[in-house]
């Protein structure tokens, strides 16, 4: 019996291992692929079986290999069920031996007999699978006794018969055991997927109302003035100022629903070899009036020679947005420094502030969505700039300290001519 107890539990390890690692990664009812990597896991186990076998002391040769065939096809169907028979027809053919003819007698009716319980037992629930599959490993192991006894009967004496008598309990309960752990496994699946459905939905959920509130603002504030608009009591000076106001709050509407779009869609454009400094001059360029205008001064320190492979425009974005972030992180002035340099095969582009800075849980939690350590931000402008950075091959590093400032320090591989 340790050899009947070793191969039903090998025969249960197979199909767990299986369960886990494939069985939630392809469609074994629909697609080909999963059709045809299912087969070959079906055949090999059954193979398996067949090449280890185990022998009463009459020399009585006998195996498990209708386990797996009833299990990969109560849950594959018809297909697999047909092909993986042929590869075990041809596999017992090429053992040989008095005992072929007697198992292609057996699959005649075995076949048929589980081919039955295939529709309804894809519409049970899960108990009932453990029951049916208990049901038809007992009568296709019956068959098999009632069919070998028939066939020789001078062959089966009291020895063998009660040797197949004592396998079918281990059939049945390695049957249910095996059935009760896939059960398990493809609900943990089906509820790890639904988690994973209600997270997409949470974020969209979250995505809509964080849109709906900032564009809600600015529109809400174009709104009230042209009320006054209508109601004519303003003077031309006050139209003039509630125009400006207006056409500021729907530049900002634009801006937010530009940095979703962004989101949405990070993709690099057209790739070519750049000068980083010539980058960082233009970002310095952008950024100048807006900081003068909240009494930041601007440094540059930039090394010669810096070249690198990457979209023009969506670097620019990633290094206004961090100024940006910057000049807004200093309310009581101070100094915004662009230094470059080289690190081994790596440029770094640093952008230093002396503003508020930051804790290390605020560090921590930059680039993601939703995330701000403005009042009025949405998160997505740098989570944006994480993204972009990441598909040019390069990351982010941060360093802060709160009162004191922060750094942020963007690496990107330096471009070599000949590379």
Not at 209 to 214: D, F, Q
Not at 296 to 319: G, H, P, S, W
Request: aromatic content about 10%; charged content about 20%; some cysteine.
């Amino acid at each position: 019996m340790k050899e009947l107890m070793n191969q039903m539990f090998s025969i249960i390890l197979r199909f767990i291992l299986y369960e886990i690692f494939w069985s939630d990664k392809i469609n074994i009812t629909e697609s080909k692929k999963g059709k045809a990597i299912t087969a070959l896991f079906g055949s090999l186990s059954i193979i398996l079986c067949m090449s280890f076998p185990f022998a009463s002391s009459s020399g009585f040769i006998y195996d498990l290999r209708y386990i797996p065939l009833v299990l990969i096809t109560l849950y594959a169907g018809y297909e697999v069920c047909l092909l993986v028979s042929l590869i075990m027809f041809g596999y017992r053919y090429i053992i040989g031996g008095d005992g072929f003819y007697l198992s292609v007698i057996i699959m005649i009716f075995v076949i048929p007999f589980i081919l039955f319980w295939v529709p309804r037992f894809r519409t049970c629930n899960p108990k009932k699978r453990v029951m049916m599959g208990v049901l038809v490993s007992f009568g296709v192991a019956v068959i098999d006794l009632i069919v070998s006894i028939a066939w020789i009967p001078d062959l089966f004496g009291k020895e063998i018969i009660s040797y197949i008598l004592l396998s079918i309990p281990f059939v049945t309960i390695g049957m249910a055991i095996t059935i009760s752990l896939i059960e398990r496994i493809k609900q943990n699946n089906a509820i790890q997927q639904q988690l994973r459905e209600a997270e997409k939905l949470k974020v969209v959920s979250q995505l809509a109302s964080s849109i709906a509130h900032e564009v809600r603002n600015p529109l809400t504030v174009v709104r009230g003035f042209i009320q006054l608009f209508i109601e004519g009591n303003t003077t031309p000076d006050k139209r003039q100022q509630y125009s400006k106001i207006m056409l500021e709050e729907l530049e900002r509407a634009q801006f937010i629903i530009d940095d979703y779009l962004s989101f949405a869609r990070p993709e690099i454009g057209r790739i070519e070899v750049i000068d980083v400094n010539s980058i960082v001059s233009n970002a310095t360029n952008i950024m100048s009036s807006y900081a003068t205008a909240n009494g930041v001064d601007i440094v540059q320190n930039l090394d010669e020679n810096l070249y690198l492979q990457a979209d023009k425009r969506k670097l620019t974005q990633v290094i206004v947005n961090i100024a940006k972030n910057a000049v807004e992180a200093m309310p009581h002035s101070g100094t915004l420094e662009f230094r470059t340099e080289t690190r081994n095969d790596e440029i770094l582009i640093h952008i230093i502030d002396e503003g508020i800075g930051m804790s290390q849980e605020q560090i921590e939690r930059l680039g993601f969505p939703f995330y701000s350590t403005k009042d009025k931000g949405t998160g997505l402008g740098m989570m944006v700039s994480f993204q972009i950075v990441r598909m040019m091959n390069g990351r982010i590093q941060v360093q802060s300290e709160l009162g004191k400032g922060t750094q942020f320090s963007i690496l990107l591989p330096r471009w070599k001519e000949g590379t």
